[in-house]
């Protein structure tokens, strides 16, 4: 059986993506670094679009990197079905080309926040969450400005009745309420899915808590979840 | 040539925590009439072309395609001829 093969994007301004490229190399896949000015592809199954200030996030955070080379290809990519997470910055990225609805919105408090946040898993019907269990407690680092999800309310309602939500801030224990919401996000959100579902957008950091050396793995499950989810169809 | 001058504003419906702190500092200043403080974005682009409507054009989709969110902002220019 052949190995998962994942393509991380760099762009200038890019800072996770070398984790993100890490924790699925450690994991036994293939994995290739993509620069923004490629024109293709390297044969991913699955793409992750990092963390990081890609442009020095400005006019708005995501809002260069739309227009950038590759990002047509991821954009042919996923309207194919292919499987893309978008992490922190790759969420701004993927809500700015219109991969995923909403947008990500300065923190209330104005702080950059970066520390470690629970969120509970809402749905496990994706291919990044079906290991999980249904509102179980993930100890996830969070590291952003602008992690405030917004949609309208017709919006929102579209994501949970489709069970798009995928992940809402919470405490140890799973339960999710606003006094647990570090940044604002309407309802909570911390990642959705797309409604196709190959498409997650996160803010919080699975990548930073994937190793045994680091304080939480509880991001191995979402990484375990993908390469089953392929080679079980392989 | 032209000079598009443009405000890229939040909308109404969407919070703006930079304004509500600002409209604290006023009235921490003694500006107790502030009511409510909006940020926005101001942009001035150069147009070297004499078509109006061209520029008109091009003005209004890059407003559209990039300037703006169409999910949280709306835009308003003004284009004027300058020398």
Same mark, same amino acid.
């Given at each position: 059986?052949?190995?998962?093969?994942?393509?991380?994007?760099?762009?200038? *301004?890019?800072?996770? !993506?070398?984790?993100?490229?890490?924790?699925?190399?450690?994991?036994?896949?293939? /994995?290739?670094? /993509?620069?923004?000015? @490629?024109?293709?592809?390297?044969?991913?199954?699955?793409?992750?679009?990092? *963390?990081?200030?890609?442009?020095?996030?400005?006019?708005?955070? %995501?809002?260069?990197?739309?227009?950038?080379?590759?990002?047509? @290809?991821?954009?042919?990519?996923?309207?194919?079905?292919?499987?893309?997470?978008?992490?922190?910055?790759?969420?701004?990225?993927?809500?700015?080309? *219109?991969?995923?609805?909403?947008?990500?919105?300065? &923190?209330?408090?104005?702080?950059?926040?970066?520390?470690?946040?629970?969120? #509970?898993?809402?749905?496990?019907?994706?291919?990044?969450?079906?290991?999980?269990?249904?509102?179980?407690?993930?100890?996830?680092?969070?590291?952003?400005?602008?992690?405030?999800?917004?949609?309208?309310?017709?919006?929102?309602?579209?994501?949970?009745?489709?069970?798009?939500?995928?992940?809402?801030?919470?405490? @140890?224990?799973?339960?999710?309420?606003?006094?647990?919401?570090?940044?604002?996000?309407?309802?909570?959100? #911390?990642?959705?899915? &797309?409604?196709?579902? &190959?498409?997650? %957008?996160?803010?919080?950091?699975?990548?930073?808590?994937?190793?045994?050396?680091?304080?939480?793995? !509880? %991001?191995?499950?979402?990484? #375990?979840?993908?390469?089953?989810?392929?080679?079980?169809?392989? | 040539?032209?000079?598009?001058?443009?405000?890229?504003?939040?909308?109404?419906?969407?919070?703006?925590?930079? $304004?509500?702190? +600002?409209?604290?500092?006023?009235?921490?200043? $003694?500006?107790?009439?502030?009511?409510?403080?909006?940020?926005?974005?101001?942009?001035? +682009?150069?147009?070297?072309?004499?078509?109006?409507?061209?520029?008109?054009?091009? +003005?209004?989709?890059?407003?559209?395609?990039?300037?703006?969110?169409?999910?949280?902002?709306?835009?308003?220019?003004?284009?004027? $001829?300058?020398?």
């Amino acid at each position: 059986m052949r190995k998962v093969r994942f393509n991380v994007l760099t762009f200038p *301004g890019s800072n996770c !993506d070398h984790d993100s490229y890490w924790i699925p190399k450690i994991r036994e896949n293939e /994995v290739e670094f /993509v620069w923004h000015k @490629e024109t293709s592809l390297k044969n991913p199954d699955i793409i992750i679009v990092p *963390g990081g200030f890609s442009y020095g996030d400005y006019l708005r955070c %995501g809002a260069i990197a739309k227009f950038s080379p590759i990002m047509q @290809e991821v954009k042919k990519f996923a309207d194919n079905g292919g499987l893309v997470i978008g992490i922190c910055n790759g969420f701004q990225i993927l809500t700015e080309c *219109g991969l995923l609805p909403g947008a990500l919105m300065m &923190n209330k408090h104005l702080h950059f926040i970066c520390k470690h946040q629970y969120i #509970a898993v809402q749905t496990t019907n994706t291919p990044f969450t079906h290991l999980y269990e249904k509102n179980q407690a993930l100890d996830i680092p969070i590291a952003h400005k602008e992690g405030n999800y917004y949609i309208d309310q017709e919006g929102l309602k579209a994501l949970q009745d489709n069970d798009q939500i995928v992940f809402r801030y919470c405490d @140890e224990n799973g339960n999710v309420d606003d006094k647990f919401n570090p940044n604002g996000a309407i309802d909570n959100i #911390a990642g959705i899915v &797309n409604l196709k579902r &190959n498409v997650l %957008g996160m803010m919080p950091h699975p990548e930073r808590a994937s190793e045994n050396v680091v304080s939480s793995q !509880d %991001g191995q499950i979402l990484f #375990a979840s993908i390469e089953k989810w392929f080679k079980d169809r392989m | 040539m032209f000079k598009a001058k443009i405000f890229v504003s939040l909308k109404p419906s969407v919070l703006d925590p930079q $304004g509500q702190v +600002i409209s604290n500092a006023l009235h921490t200043l $003694g500006y107790k009439d502030v009511n409510e403080t909006r940020v926005s974005k101001y942009f001035e +682009i150069l147009m070297d072309t004499d078509d109006f409507e061209k520029a008109e054009a091009d +003005i209004v989709n890059i407003c559209d395609k990039v300037l703006a969110n169409p999910n949280t902002e709306v835009w308003t220019y003004q284009l004027e $001829g300058v020398k």
